[in-house]
């Protein structure tokens, strides 16, 4: 009998990244929650894959420095 690859339930937690902890709601899908804290201009932030809303997250930091 060959083995089959297990996949996790989604939505799934899979990183915390300045603040935000990010999680996988579709195959596609990734959405960035503010953690423990509050602002005015916070907003959630979604792309398609990990790597691009790691770089929105961290646009969305450096913005504010602005």
């Known amino acids: 009998m060959l083995a089959t ?3 996790q339930a989604l939505p799934r937690t899979i990183d915390r990244y ?3 902890e990010i999680r996988q709601l ?3 899908t990734f959405v960035a929650f ?3 804290w509050s ?3 916070v907003v959630l932030l ?3 894959d990990l790597p691009t809303l790691r770089k929105r ?3 969305w930091w ?3 420095l602005d």
């Open 57 to 59: 997250v961290w646009a």
């Open 5 to 7: 690859p297990q996949t």
């Open 26 to 28: 579709a195959e596609d």
């Open 39 to 41: 602002h005015p201009a």
């Open 46 to 48: 979604e792309a398609r």
């Open 18 to 20: 300045l603040g935000f």
């Open 34 to 36: 503010p953690q423990g």
């Open 62 to 64: 450096h913005h504010l």
